[in-house]
């Protein structure tokens, strides 16, 4: 009797790759396709003239337990492929003012946030006061809200303007890509929850010593191999075969059909919504995609001919177009500083040259003793991330579809989670457990 059909899971960003080695560790088969030469998805490694850069600067966090846990599962050692380093952001502004900077001590959680930002420096009493009610009062409702433009929720609370300008709105940007204005406040105050109320660690930075391609696609693909799975690149499905009711198979771009006991999408909207035509029981989550809107990321990559020092893995920028310069120095691309600009504004309208001009007049600005790089790459992700606005979260499906045999997987699923690498690995890993469970009951 021949083996049943493996499970198919349909893209190999990281949401992919962790719901394909969650199968492969449980003995179960699987074949994941790529349609990309390369897995990696929106997180991934580029050559660059300066060595290989990520196609954006990704940053993690103490609190990315899931991603830590699938490390461990690729037996891949936390100090060996990353650098710990607690929480210290300095906010330095082209307009003259002054740097504001907050260090997380080494104190119990919410006691460390609390000091952190009673002894933060560059704002005033008044300033410090306002984030410490603010902070205490999310606490006080278990972190849970309405959802509200976190805009609108900062002005009810009193938040002071050049708080939330050098506090606020840059880690905004920075977790949940979308401008203050626009972005959920609901989104906002889990990601705080999640950083600053558990473990002291869980606000550390983790910082890649290799690029990320090395850091999770190249190891997961080795993994699932070893364990009788196949990953198959330059493999675009473009049709889902549905016959009585359910998925039992997927179709791709050479005219093939493979059979599947089960298939997980783990593809983001724009990709997914076109295989999702004329299957009726998914008409309504092929309506519900085409409500997500998105936000770019722009890198700016600068090679320094000596490496140049941040005094700290990274900077942030008020007062210009740069938000955080990031040293890669650990990253085995010595002498680079990506500068990034998240969400989107004028800069998106600028020809690449111009924009590295930009970022390279405001680097001067701060650093006036650095050289011109010696070589600039811009890397920009138009769909970098859904928009994580107001109400989103009426949106965001779970694991599961109205489909039996059809399974979802993405950052943009219902995570509880902003769009960001473990939003992706959490949705990857949820999928796979559900598949699991419904092999378990004979489905």
Known sequence: MPPPPPIVVVGGGWAGLAAAVTLARDGIPVTLLESAPQPGGRARTVDGPFGAVDNGQHLLIGAYGQFLDLLATLGLREEAVLDRCSLELRM??????????????????????????????????????????????????????????????????????????????PLCLATLNTPLAQASALLFARVLQRTFTGHRSHCDLLLPRAPLSDLLPEPAAAFIAARGGTLRTGQRVVALHAPAGRLTAVDLADGTRLPARHVVLALPPPALAPLLDGLPALA????????????????????????????????????????WLIDRGGTGTPGVIAAVVSAEGPHMTLEPDALADRVCAEVAQLFPAWPAPAARLVTRERRATFASVAGIETLRPGAATALPGCWLAGDWTSTGLPATLEGAVSSGVQSARAVTAALAAGD
Request: aromatic content about 6%.
């Open 284 to 323: 309504p989550l092929r309506a519900t995609l085409t409500q997500f809107s998105y936000q770019p990321i722009c890198t700016v990559y600068l090679h320094y001919a000596r490496p140049m020092s941040l005094d700290g893995p990274l900077r942030g920028i008020l007062g210009g177009t740069t938000q």
């Open 92 to 169: 330095s502004d082209l307009g003259g003012d002054r740097d504001v900077v907050l260090s997380v001590p080494a104190l119990p959680a919410p006691l460390h946030l609390a000091k952190a930002l009673a002894s933060a420096r560059g704002l005033s009493v008044r300033e410090r006061l306002a984030a410490v009610r603010f902070t205490a009062w999310l606490r006080q409702r278990d972190f849970a809200l309405d959802d509200t433009p976190l805009a609108a929720l900062l002005t009810a609370h009193g938040q002071p303007q050049r708080l939330t300008r050098a506090l606020w709105e």
